[in-house]
Structures are given as structure tokens and as C-alpha cells.
């Protein structure tokens, strides 16, 4: 790690440890618009996200985890040892039984559409009767509108201050302050070195687009729109997004993006399989197959990056997904998958 980059870290982490202090219960924390109030800090939590449920396992808070579920991809292998001693309720969405029966003293949600006004596995307002509290990640909440399109719709950009929120309110929440202190030092300094790698290099014509999924690979893919969290990815490493809308992931016509012909290729790879190109190596073989897409010069030229699903979320694994755009985009070359 270069001096610089050490000597920022180091920097981080004292300055936030030195405002790090013990939780006064009762704690009350405004959750996007919703007052959610602690007594204690919780012994027994059920997470609905898979983003929620890692940064948990950074905090070190695992053994306080009754249940977890909507996975995208693998744990990752820091935490598996602790994975595997926590019930998964379900791959996808839980019902609202299976977290109840948890008896959780905090329920966490990755997306609003999973527990919010529509929620796919309930409303807050059915946990808070049950004396459940319930806390959105705000990435998912702030500058959103989680009611227009399939996955919401970006009223303004994404923040990255919203995950570093999400840490310091959870390490709060637990009484785990120096912990959320830390870990947000060590994401800051990942960011910090994503975007020093690429100092000085001319990007002003490069291009990217990021394939999600496809409820199938005869119709439109789900990729990223502008505003969201790859979208923010690509800004912050000077990229540029093909996609206009302002939906998270909306879908578009292959037709159209290969009009945009984009510099790069990213599509992500899940361990779900919810929809058939969930399988990264079958949305390789469309494009390499298709004689629509297997003319984009990103295709041609091999210049398709496989990044983990979760990696596009707002994680602590964004942090680690900037580290492969942003060696990729240096060197010119694509990792192998």
C-alpha cells in the first residue's frame, strides 16, 4: 500500500475513532422518515439484503444474527465460517412469518420494495405493531422514489455518504461505535485508492454499461440507469454510463445499446437464479452469439468485466467492485471471471 494512501487511512481512523462513544439508550434514529427507537442495543436481528447482512458481519455483529436472506451471490469468504451458523429464511424475499418467527429486535432491509409501503415481505408499519423495529438502508430511501419503476427511480444522484450512514447508524444502534469508525476508514481509503489509480488517465471517451440481469435473454435487458449506485461507480472513476434513464435498472433494447456502442462490458454475476441470465457465463454467450450484439466493438475486443451482482449495490462490496473497474480500466484488459 503507497505512504500516501497508508498515511489517509491512518488519518481516518483516528480522527473517527477520537468522536466514537458508547451508546445512551433509549436511542432514537430517524430511518427515512420513520423514527425507529432502541432500548438496548439489539440481541437478535433478521436481515432482508444481502448488502445489510455483510456489513453486519464487518461490524463483527454475526453472532447477533437470527436470519438472513435475498442473496445475490456467495458470502463473502471472510465471513463464511459465520455465515454458515446463521438460518437462511430465504434465498429471495422471506415471508413475513419466517422473520416474525425469528422473534427479531431489529429487522434491516436492503430495498424498500422488500419491507416499505408495497413491501414484497411487508410494511414497516406491520413490524412496528409487532414492537419490531425496522431499518432501511437510507442509499435505498434518500433521493428515491421507490414507487415509480420496477426498481425505483433516482431523484437525485446516489450518495456514498449514505452508506457510511448506514454504518454509523447500525454501529450506533449496537454499541459498536469504534467498529462503524474503522470500517468507514477502511471504505473511504478503497475508494480513495480506486480513483488515485487512475489519476492523470484520459477517460473522456470512454464508455461503459452494466447488464443485471434478464427476465429473459430473447427481451430487453435490466441495466444501470443514470443517478444510481453503478452509475455512481462510473462517475467516480470518470466513465461514462450509455443509459439515460433515471430508473435503477430499467430495460432497455439491445438495439439501442449497441447503437451506444459502450467501451465496456459489465455484466454481473450471480449465484441466484431467479431469471436465466442470472448465469454470467450464458450472458457471455449471448453476446459472443447474437448477431446484434456480437458487433459491439466491447464484444469484439474482449473488453467484458464479470463483477459480482452485489458489487453494484450499495455494500461495503461497491468499495471492492471499484477495485476491479478501476484495474481493469487502467490496464486496459478485462480479469478473467
Not at 430511518?31 to 425507529?36: E, I
Not at 441495466?223 to 472513476?237: K, N, S
Not at 430508473?247 to 447503437?259: D, I, N, R, Y
Request: charged share 20%; with cysteine.
Amino acid at each position: 500500500m503507497p505512504y500516501r494512501l497508508a498515511a489517509l487511512l491512518a488519518g481516518l481512523s483516528l480522527s473517527c475513532l477520537a468522536h466514537a462513544s458508547a451508546t445512551q439508550y433509549p436511542l432514537t434514529v430517524d430511518n427515512c422518515g420513520l423514527p425507529q427507537t432502541f432500548t438496548q442495543a439489539p440481541q437478535r436481528a433478521v436481515t432482508v439484503g444481502q448488502a445489510g447482512t455483510e456489513l453486519l458481519y464487518a461490524l463483527g455483529l454475526g453472532e447477533r444474527l437470527a436470519g438472513t436472506s435475498l442473496w445475490f451471490n456467495n458470502v463473502l469468504p471472510e465471513f463464511k465460517a459465520q455465515n454458515d451458523k446463521v438460518p437462511r429464511l430465504a434465498d429471495n424475499e422471506p415471508s413475513f412469518e419466517a422473520v416474525v418467527g425469528k422473534r427479531p429486535q431489529l429487522v434491516t432491509a436492503q430495498f424498500e420494495w422488500m419491507i416499505g409501503a408495497q413491501g414484497a415481505v411487508g410494511t414497516r408499519e406491520q413490524f412496528q405493531e409487532l414492537g419490531i423495529p425496522t431499518y432501511l438502508l437510507p442509499s435505498d430511501c434518500e433521493g428515491k422514489d421507490n414507487l415509480v419503476g420496477a426498481d425505483g427511480t433516482r431523484l437525485q444522484p446516489f450518495k456514498v455518504q449514505s452508506i457510511y450512514k448506514s454504518v454509523s447508524q447500525l454501529a450506533e444502534i449496537f454499541d459498536v461505535q469504534e467498529r462503524g469508525a474503522r470500517l468507514n476508514a477502511e471504505l473511504q481509503g478503497q475508494l480513495e485508492q480506486a480513483r488515485q489509480r487512475l489519476a492523470g488517465q484520459d477517460l473522456a471517451h470512454t464508455s461503459a454499461l452494466f447488464w443485471f440481469s434478464s427476465a429473459d435473454l430473447k427481451t430487453d435487458p435490466y441495466v444501470a440507469g443514470r443517478q444510481g449506485v453503478a452509475d455512481y461507480m462510473l462517475q467516480t472513476l470518470g466513465v461514462r454510463n450509455v443509459v439515460e434513464s433515471s430508473e435503477e435498472w430499467p430495460t432497455v433494447g439491445w438495439e439501442t445499446l449497441v447503437k451506444a456502442n459502450p467501451t465496456w462490458l459489465i455484466v454481473a454475476r450471480m449465484d441466484r437464479r431467479r431469471y436465466p441470465a442470472d448465469d454470467y457465463q450464458k450472458k457471455l454467450d449471448f453476446l459472443r452469439s447474437d448477431p446484434v450484439t456480437r458487433n459491439m466493438n466491447a464484444v469484439k475486443h474482449g473488453r467484458i468485466i464479470v463483477l459480482d451482482a452485489d458489487a453494484m449495490q450499495a455494500g461495503i462490496r461497491l468499495f471492492r467492485g471499484l477495485d476491479v473497474l478501476s484495474s481493469a480500466f487502467a490496464s486496459g484488459k478485462a480479469p478473467q471471471p
